[in-house]
């Protein structure tokens, strides 16, 4: 998975490429930075919307299915309403060839087709209740897996009930390390990490789907794994997460990626976590997957950090940025976007990104 760094020269670099490029890729920002063209894959069809980034291809397929539903509603009432007329008089000698006329209008409508519903999932972190801080605090910590080659070079990092935190940095630098660092799988060489006794972190990282036993529906691995509910309240709340119906009861091998990501925000919820800890959260989510947690992450009540490359979620989500660089791990001072400028004038100055 591409860093931001590295999807940033990448974009610059697409951007005045001589020749055709084709991206398959659901990173919003990204195509929004190097697409002109978009093709839109669905319900066994490719749409072509000629002259697009990522951005206004959204917004003219909202507005398409707007109209879209918009006609088919209208046409479905004008046809009810010629219905209606027909079934009363089509046996009243005196109104029969009006209602013969409308049998002709109503065998004249053109048949539309309804239009597609997206499917919306809304996900819901639950809300936890208060603590008193500090909630989860580094102090002057260093760490490295070899002490000569420090990683986390003396951070001092506050995580509170309501911080939106956004860690980036080059792959390799050290953010699962200080991921691991908070949740005391990795001690500190030096320093202290302090943690509010009853705090409770929901930790999301892809080795915890891929360490989930697929031979298991999601059901029985979630009363395995969560017990005290019954069958029908976890299929109830898998469901919430998207994962309805059969899909709750059919071996987890059979799962996309995504589908299994939801599982396992799914079994986050359950222990009702204080602070969400979500290393790379949106690697395999399609759209409205990658909606439904950002807005689940916005509304929820606790505190979150995050590694991401994706600039979409880090920017709907998060009001701080932390860089891992250089050995170490700092606040930025700007967003997402400010950090992507600072990225490419260190680049430009050190003649990385190269021109065509
Ligand atoms: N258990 C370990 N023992 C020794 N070295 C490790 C261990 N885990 C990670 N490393 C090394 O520490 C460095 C930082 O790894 P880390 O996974 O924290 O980086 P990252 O910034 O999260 O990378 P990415 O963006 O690629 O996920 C890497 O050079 C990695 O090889």
Redo the contacts with the bound molecule.
């Keep these: 998975?591409l860093?931001v760094p590295s999807s940033t020269y990448l974009a610059h670099y697409l951007q005045t490429y001589p020749s055709t490029v084709l991206v398959v890729s659901h990173d919003r920002a990204f195509l929004d930075e190097v697409a002109t063209d978009i093709i839109h894959q669905h319900s066994e069809r490719l749409d072509y919307y000629r002259g697009s980034n990522f951005s206004s291809f959204h917004a003219t397929r909202e507005e398409r299915l707007k109209n879209q539903k918009r006609e088919y509603e209208n046409q479905m009432e004008y046809r009810a309403h010629l219905q209606a007329f027909i079934d009363k008089f089509r046996y009243n000698a005196a109104k029969s060839s009006e209602a013969q006329s409308r049998i002709k209008k109503l065998e004249k409508l053109p048949v539309l087709e309804p239009p597609e519903e997206e499917k919306k999932v809304v996900f819901k972190f639950p809300d936890p209740e208060k603590l008193s801080p500090p909630i989860l605090q580094l102090l002057d910590v260093s760490f490295g897996?070899?002490p000569k080659k420090l990683?986390l070079n003396d951070v001092s990092l506050d995580v509170q009930l309501d911080s939106r935190i956004g860690l980036v940095?080059?792959?390799?630098?050290?953010?699962?390390?200080?991921l691991?660092v908070l949740m005391g799988e990795n001690h500190p060489l030096d320093g202290s990490v302090s943690k509010n006794n009853r705090l409770r972190i929901g930790y999301f990282a892809q080795h915890h789907v891929d360490a989930m036993d697929l031979n298991q529906n999601a059901v029985g691995w979630m009363s395995q794994k969560y017990p005290g509910k019954t069958d029908e309240e976890y299929r109830r709340h898998l469901g919430a997460f998207g994962i309805t119906g059969s899909l709750s009861l059919q071996k987890m091998e059979l799962l996309s990626g995504g589908q299994k990501s939801r599982v396992a925000f799914a079994a986050l919820c359950l222990t009702n976590p204080h602070i969400l800890i979500l290393?790379?959260p949106s690697n395999h989510l399609d759209t409205s997957g990658l909606d439904a947690l950002t807005d689940a992450l916005k509304n929820f009540k606790g505190g979150v950090l995050m590694?991401s490359?994706d600039v979409s979620i880090i920017n709907d989500v998060c009001n701080e940025i932390w860089v891992?660089e250089d050995g170490t791990v700092k606040r930025f001072d700007g967003d997402i976007y400010d950090y992507k400028k600072y990225i490419l004038a260190n680049a430009d100055a050190a003649g990385v990104v190269k021109k065509h």
């Design positions: 998975m860093d897996y070899d990683l940095g080059a792959n390799g630098c050290g953010k699962t390390t200080l691991k290393d790379e590694v490359h891992s």
